[in-house]
């Protein structure tokens, strides 16, 4: 009879920063995660640093969520199909696009931002809706930016599309407020990642958490005792 693990998580942007930091973490407190992104070399780093933390082996996913977005559709039922279950969802991919006035935002770049930070989020949803309600306590994290609450010269292009991503998100936790399910977003805060330098490339990273630091506080709304739903919450950052 085939053993399936106790939870099971799914995390994109897992390769990297933030959704690779989580993936440890939730690893070393005995999650099996489901790794997503784009590079299976760098995906294969981040399984050995779970196990490395005294975690399982990981399950690796490839999947490009601007090019392959059908695929993206499949995982829900993928991952029950293998594991019988699937109690977490931490969403932490993100694609920066370009800084540039709105009025010179160019379509291609705009359908990029969309997919990435908008369309892919849905389409998780609806992979994973089913699953997350079906588990004894399904939790699903989704990583949003400041600039959504504060929007900023330039930064129109990565900030409407993460608005339309928080507004899909906080709808979703209005609709499944009678479901063992919790749904919240959180704002990680000024965080020493490569979107953040791309961003910013002149900052002084040493005044910047590391993905690491903010790591422990994602996990714990993984956690069965968490009880907020459509909640907005701010991760520990010493930036000032």
């Not at 977490?88 to 291609?108: D, F, N, Q, Y």
């Not at 990642?193 to 900052?203: D, H, K, N, S, Y």
């Amino acid at each position: 009879m085939t053993q399936h693990p106790t939870r099971v998580a799914l995390i994109t942007g897992a390769s990297r920063g933030i959704g690779a930091a989580v993936a440890v973490e939730l690893g070393r407190r005995g999650v099996h995660c489901v790794l997503v992104a784009r590079t299976q070399g760098a995906l294969e780093e981040v399984d050995d640093a779970i196990r490395a933390a005294g975690g399982e082996a990981a399950t690796l996913l490839p999947l490009d969520l601007q090019r392959r977005a059908q695929d993206i559709d499949m995982l829900g039922p993928s991952i029950v199909a293998r594991f019988g279950r699937l109690d977490i969802l931490v969403h932490a991919a993100g694609a920066l696009s370009k800084l540039t006035p709105v009025a010179h935002i160019e379509p291609r770049d705009m359908e990029e931002s969309i997919a990435v930070n908008f369309s892919a989020c849905w389409r998780l949803i609806r992979t994973c809706d089913p699953p997350l309600r079906a588990a004894p306590a399904g939790r699903a994290v989704i990583l949003t930016d400041a600039v959504v609450q504060a929007p900023a010269a330039y930064w129109g292009l990565y900030g409407a599309a993460k608005a339309g991503m928080e507004h899909l998100v906080r709808t979703w936790a209005q609709e499944t407020g009678d479901s063992p399910l919790r749904v919240n977003l959180v704002d990680p805060g000024a965080v020493a990642t490569q979107l953040r330098a791309t961003a910013f490339p002149g900052e002084d990273r040493s005044l910047l958490a590391e993905p690491a630091d903010v790591a422990p506080a994602i996990a714990a709304l993984c956690e069965e005792a968490e009880t907020r739903q459509g909640a907005l919450i701010h991760a520990y950052s010493r930036a000032h």
